[in-house]
C-alpha cells in the first residue's frame, strides 16, 4: 500500500489465527496499512472475510497474533488490558450496527454517561452534550429511551456518543446494516459531515458499496488479505461508486445486495 | 420426543436457576423435618401436653405453603416470560397449544420432582439433627435411627405439588390466552421504560417516611383493635408505595441533573436500579414484607431461647415446692408420693405471714416499670382506689403484703447453697425477683413495719436479689424477711412445704403429684385445683407458670418443651421467609444477567476497565439486595425493640432488648450472604463469558 500522509495509525503486518493446532483458521492474514489524520476510510469485504477482526483487533477489543498496530506513537499490541481499557476510553469511539446503546439511559444519558466514565465538570459535559445533539440533529429527542426513536436516530446518538469525547479514530461497524435507506443516507452524511467539519477520523467496515462511497478511501478484504485500494480524490460519489461495484465484481458477486 | 424435549428443557432450565432449585430443596426439606413433629412427635406424648406445638407448627406450615405457593407461582410465571419467544417458535413450526402447554408443564413437574426428590432426602437427615436438638433441649438422650415417616411424606408432597400445580394451572390458563405474537413479545413487554408522572410519584417517598416515623412513635401506644387495623393496612400500603416513591425520587434527581449524577458510573448505577426497582415494585413490596416478618420470627425466638436459657434453669431453684392455702396443712399426701418416688428427702414445712397491710405491695405498684403510672394518681400519689381493686381481682399480687422469718429465711437459703443473712432486732430484708432489682434498687424508706413491740419501725437492711421461686410461693415478686419475734404480731398466711431431694430426681414428679388432685365432674383432674387462683404470680408476663406444684426436674423439660413450641415454628418461618426472598432476589439477578451481559460490554467498550465492571456488579448486587432487607429492618426493626423490651421487662431475661434484633439480623445475614456470594459469582461469570 502507498506510504503517503501522515501516518496517524499504522497497521503493520498484523495477523490474527483462530482455531487450534490442528485446525488454523487465518481470519486475517499480514495486512498492513494507514490511516492518516481526517481521513474517511473505509474497509470493504464480504462475510468471513476477516473485516470485523480488523476492526476489533483495532478497537482493542480483540488481541493480534502477530503484528503491530501504532496510534501515533503508541503501540497498542503492546498494552495490558486496562491500560488498553484506558486507551479506548480517551482515544476511540464506537458505532456498531445493532447501536450498543444503554436500554435503561435516555439518549442524552447515553451521551453524558460517555463523559462522567472520563471524569469531566457537569457544566461542561452539559455543553458537549448539548452542542454534540444539535450537530446532530437529535436535540428534541434527548429525553426519549432508546425504544421510544427510531433506528436511525438511535445510530445517530451512538454517534454522538462515540464522539462526544472527541476521540482519535471513529470505528464504525457496518453501522448501516439496520438501517432503512434514508436513515442509512442520513448517517452517511452525517459521516461526512463530521469528517470535514469536525476533521473526525473515521474507519468504516462495510459491506455495502453504496455505504462505502462516502468514504475517501477504501480497502478491499478477500481471505484475511487486502486485495485492492480504491482512492475517491476529486471523483463525484456515483462515479465512485461505480468504481466500487467494478472491482466488486471482480469478487465474483460475493457482495449481491450492493444497491 | 416431547419427553425428550421437556427433559432436555429442564436439564437447561436446572442449569438457568440453580438457585431456585436449590432453595425448593432446602424448603422440602424444612417441611419435611418440621412437619414429622407434626405427625410423630414423642415429646408430646411423653409430657401429656395439650398439643401447643402441632397447633404451631400447622399454623406455621399454612403461612409456609402459602408463601411457597407464591415463590412457585412467581417463578413458572418468571421462566414462562423469559421462555416465551421460544414456545412462540414452537407455535409456529406447527405445534399445538395444548402440546407446548404441556411440554412446559412436563419440563416444570420434572424440575418440581427433581427438587422434591432431593428435598426429601435432606429432610430425613435434617429430620433427625432436628429432634435430637429437641431431646437435648428436653434433656433427654436420643440415639439417631433414620427413618421415612409416610404421613410427613404424605403431606409434604400434597403440600408442594399441590402449590405447583395451582401455579401450573393458571399458567396453562395463560397459554391458553395468548398468542404467537403475544408471546413473542412477552419478553420484551417489561423491557420498555414508562415514566410518567414521576415528579408526582415522588411524593410518595416522603410520605412513606413520614408514616414510618409516624409508625415508630405510637406503635408502642396503639390500643384498641381498630388504631391497630388502620396502622397495619398503612403499613402495608407504605411497604408497596415506598418503592414506586423512591424509583420516581431516583428518576427526578437523574432528569434534574443532580450533581452525583455527574460522578463516574452514578448515572448508569442509578438508571439500573431506579428502572429495576420501578419494573419490580410489588415484588420488592413482597420481600421487604418477608424479611420484616422472618426478622420479627426469629427475634422472638431468639427472645424465647434467650429466656429459655438464662431465667429458665433458676426459675425452680427448689426441688420441690408445695403451696396450701390451708395454714394447718401437714402435706402428708405429697410426702407419701415423694417418698414413693424417691431414695430420700429433707423435708421443710414452713409458713408465709401478713400483718393484713397492703404497704409493700402499694409500694411496687406504684415503682415497678411493669405497672408504670397505672396506679398513681396524677399528682403521682399512690392510687388507693385502683390498687385495692386490682389486688382483690387482678390475681397478681397477694391482697395482704407477704412475709417470713429469718430462721425460715436461712433455712431455705442453705437447701439452695446460699450464704446465710443476718438482721438485727430492728431491720428487715426485702427479698425481691432478680429481674426486679434494677427497677427497686433504692430501699423503700416509707415502709412502716413495726418491730417485735409494736413501738418503732423497722428499717431496710436491702434488698436481696437472689431466685428463690417467688411466682406465688415465697411471695409474690417479694416477700419481706423480718426478725422471727416480728412474726408474733403477724397471722400466717398460707403453708408451703421446701423438698431438698436426695439422689436420683425422678422427671414424672410432677405429674405424680398433680395426682393428689381431686377429680372433677368430667372426672379429670380439677386444673383449678393446681392452678390455684388463689396463688399470686408476681408481675411476670409473657412467660407465667403459677402451679400448687413445683417439680424442677419434671418442670424444666416441660417448660422447654412448650418453650420450644414458639422457638421451632418461630425459627421454621423465619428461616423458609428469607430463602424464598433471598431466591427471587438471585433468579431476578441471574437471569437478567444476559441482559447486563450486553450492557456491560457496552461499558467495556466505552472504556471501562475489569475491575471497574466488577465493582459495579458488586454495588448494583449490593444495592438491589440491600434494599428490601434494610427497609425491612427499618420497619420491622420498632416492633422487635419494643416487643423485646417487654420481653426482658416482663420475663427479667439478662440481655440488652437490641440483643434479639441484632442476633437475627446476624442469622439471616448470614443466609443473605451465602446467597448474595452465589449470586455474584453467577453474576460474574455470566457477565464475563462472552467478553473473554
Not at chain 1, 239 to 249: A, K, M, N, P, R
Not at chain 2, 206 to 215: R, V
Not at chain 2, 274 to 291: D, E, H, V
Not at chain 2, 650 to 678: D, E, H, N, Q, R
Request: with cysteine.
Amino acid at each position: 500500500m502507498a506510504q503517503t500522509g501522515n501516518n496517524y495509525i499504522r497497521v503493520c503486518n498484523v495477523e490474527k489465527y483462530y482455531g487450534n493446532e490442528s485446525n488454523v483458521t487465518k481470519a486475517v492474514d499480514n495486512v498492513s496499512f494507514h490511516v492518516d489524520k481526517g481521513e474517511f476510510i473505509g474497509v470493504m469485504g464480504a462475510s468471513g472475510s476477516g473485516k470485523t477482526t480488523l476492526l476489533n483487533m483495532m478497537a482493542t477489543i480483540d488481541r493480534v497474533t502477530a503484528g503491530h498496530i501504532y496510534y501515533e506513537n503508541t503501540d497498542i499490541t503492546e498494552l495490558s488490558e486496562n491500560a488498553l481499557s484506558e486507551f479506548r476510553r480517551k482515544n476511540l469511539g464506537f458505532v456498531f450496527q445493532d447501536y450498543n446503546l444503554l436500554d435503561t439511559l435516555t439518549i442524552e444519558e447515553n451521551i453524558i454517561l460517555a463523559q462522567t466514565l472520563q471524569g469531566g465538570r457537569k457544566k461542561e459535559i452539559n455543553e458537549r452534550c448539548s452542542s454534540i445533539l444539535r450537530l446532530l440533529g437529535i436535540e428534541d429527542i434527548r429525553e426519549k429511551f432508546p425504544y421510544q426513536v427510531s433506528g436511525g436516530q438511535k445510530q445517530r446518538c451512538a454517534c454522538a456518543r462515540a464522539l462526544v469525547s472527541n476521540p482519535k479514530l471513529l470505528l464504525a461497524d457496518e453501522p448501516t446494516g439496520a438501517l432503512d435507506s434514508k436513515a442509512a443516507q442520513t448517517l452517511l452524511e452525517t459521516f461526512t459531515r463530521l469528517n470535514r467539519e469536525l476533521g473526525a477520523t473515521i474507519l468504516m467496515v462495510t459491506h455495502d458499496a453504496f455505504s462505502a462511497s462516502y468514504c475517501k478511501r477504501i480497502l478491499f478484504l478477500k481471505d484475511g488479505k487486502i486485495f485492492h485500494e480504491l482512492i475517491r480524490g476529486e471523483k463525484k460519489r456515483n462515479i465512485f461508486l461505480q468504481e466500487i461495484l467494478d472491482v466488486l465484481s471482480l469478487t465474483g458477486g460475493e457482495m449481491s445486495d450492493v444497491c | 420426543m416431547f419427553a425428550k424435549l421437556a427433559f432436555r428443557n429442564m436439564k437447561r432450565s436446572a442449569k438457568d436457576y440453580l438457585v431456585y432449585i436449590l432453595t425448593m430443596t432446602i424448603i422440602t426439606a424444612l417441611i419435611y423435618a418440621f412437619g414429622s413433629l407434626i405427625f410423630q412427635n414423642e415429646l408430646e406424648d411423653l409430657f401429656d401436653l395439650e398439643p401447643v406445638m402441632n397447633a404451631m407448627l400447622i399454623l406455621a406450615t399454612v403461612f409456609i405453603v402459602i408463601i411457597v405457593a407464591w415463590l412457585i407461582n412467581y417463578m413458572v410465571r418468571f421462566m414462562l416470560e423469559k421462555r416465551s419467544s421460544e414456545f412462540g417458535i414452537y407455535l409456529l413450526l406447527g405445534m399445538k397449544k395444548k402440546t407446548v402447554s404441556r411440554l412446559y408443564i412436563r419440563e416444570n413437574l420434572l424440575l418440581g420432582s427433581f427438587s422434591f426428590c432431593c428435598g426429601i432426602i435432606l429432610g430425613i437427615l435434617l429430620q433427625q439433627v432436628l429432634v435430637s436438638v429437641m431431646y437435648s433441649m428436653v434433656r433427654l438422650e436420643y440415639h439417631l435411627h433414620i427413618m421415612f415417616h409416610y404421613k410427613t411424606f404424605l403431606m409434604t408432597a400434597l403440600c408442594y405439588f399441590g402449590c405447583y400445580l395451582l401455579a401450573l394451572i393458571r399458567c396453562r390458563h395463560k397459554f391458553r390466552k395468548m398468542n404467537i405474537h403475544a408471546l413473542m413479545e412477552a419478553r420484551r413487554r417489561n423491557e420498555k421504560i414508562i415514566e410518567k408522572h414521576e415528579k408526582g410519584k415522588r411524593i410518595l417517598l416522603p410520605l412513606s417516611m413520614i408514616f414510618i416515623l409516624l409508625f415508630w412513635s405510637v406503635f408502642g401506644r396503639l390500643g384498641d383493635t381498630m388504631e391497630v387495623i388502620i396502622f397495619l393496612v398503612g403499613l402495608v400500603l407504605t411497604i408497596y408505595l415506598f418503592y414506586t416513591g423512591m424509583s420516581a425520587w431516583i428518576i427526578c434527581y437523574i432528569r434534574q441533573k443532580g450533581n452525583a449524577v455527574y460522578k463516574g458510573q452514578n448515572l448508569f448505577l442509578l438508571r439500573q436500579f431506579a428502572s429495576k426497582i420501578k419494573t419490580m415494585q410489588f415484588t420488592m413490596g413482597t420481600l421487604t414484607s418477608l424479611f420484616a416478618l422472618a426478622l420479627l420470627g426469629a427475634s422472638i425466638a431468639f427472645m424465647f431461647s434467650e429466656y429459655e436459657n438464662t431465667i429458665l434453669e433458676e426459675k425452680f431453684p427448689f426441688d420441690v415446692l408445695v403451696y396450701s392455702a390451708d395454714t394447718d396443712d401437714d402435706f402428708s399426701e405429697e410426702k407419701a408420693v415423694i417418698n414413693a418416688e424417691t431414695a430420700s428427702a429433707e423435708y421443710y414445712p414452713y409458713h408465709i405471714y401478713t400483718d393484713k397491710n397492703n404497704q409493700v405491695n402499694t409500694w411496687l405498684l406504684t415503682h415497678l416499670e411493669a405497672w408504670g403510672t397505672m396506679y398513681r394518681t396524677a399528682d403521682g400519689k399512690p392510687d388507693m382506689a385502683e390498687i385495692e381493686e386490682m389486688l382483690l381481682n387482678e390475681g397478681c399480687y397477694y391482697p395482704y403484703d407477704t412475709y417470713m422469718g429469718l430462721s425460715d429465711y436461712n433455712h431455705l437459703r442453705q437447701m439452695l447453697g446460699y450464704g446465710k443473712k443476718e438482721i438485727t432486732s430492728g431491720e428487715y430484708f426485702l427479698q425481691i425477683k432478680p429481674r426486679l432489682y434494677n427497677e427497686v434498687t433504692d430501699a423503700p424508706e416509707d415502709l412502716q413495719i413495726a418491730d417485735a413491740s409494736g413501738n418503732t419501725f423497722l428499717s431496710c437492711a436491702g434488698i436481696i436479689p437472689d431466685y428463690f421461686s417467688q411466682d406465688g410461693h415465697n411471695g409474690a415478686d417479694y416477700v419481706v424477711v423480718v426478725p422471727d419475734e416480728v412474726l408474733e404480731r403477724m397471722s400466717p398466711y398460707y403453708s408451703e412445704l421446701a423438698v431438698d431431694l436426695k439422689g436420683a430426681r425422678p422427671v414424672n414428679l410432677q405429674n405424680k403429684l398433680m395426682e393428689l388432685a381431686p377429680e372433677n365432674d368430667d372426672m379429670e383432674l380439677d386444673m383449678d385445683y393446681i392452678n390455684n387462683p388463689d396463688l399470686c404470680c408476681g408481675s411476670d408476663a409473657i412467660i407465667t407458670f403459677g402451679s400448687v406444684y413445683l417439680a424442677r426436674e419434671s418442670l424444666i423439660p416441660e417448660v422447654k418443651y412448650m418453650l420450644g413450641s414458639i422457638i421451632i415454628p418461630m425459627f421454621y418461618i423465619g428461616l423458609v421467609f428469607v430463602c424464598v426472598a433471598v431466591t427471587v432476589l438471585s433468579v431476578q439477578q441471574l437471569s437478567d444477567s444476559a441482559k447486563y451481559r450486553f450492557r456491560y460490554d457496552v461499558l467495556a467498550k466505552l472504556g471501562l476497565e475489569r475491575n471497574q465492571i466488577r465493582c459495579m456488579i458488586l454495588k448494583q448486587l449490593a444495592a438491589y439486595y440491600l434494599c428490601p432487607a434494610l427497609f425491612a429492618m427499618v420497619i420491622s426493626g420498632k416492633m422487635i425493640l419494643y416487643v423485646s423490651k417487654q420481653f426482658v421487662t416482663a420475663t427479667g431475661v439478662p440481655a440488652f432488648a437490641g440483643t434479639f434484633f441484632l442476633k437475627s439480623i446476624a442469622l439471616f445475614f448470614g443466609i443473605y450472604l451465602v446467597y448474595f456470594i452465589v449470586t455474584y459469582v453467577g453474576f460474574k461469570r455470566n457477565v464475563e463469558e462472552k467478553r473473554r
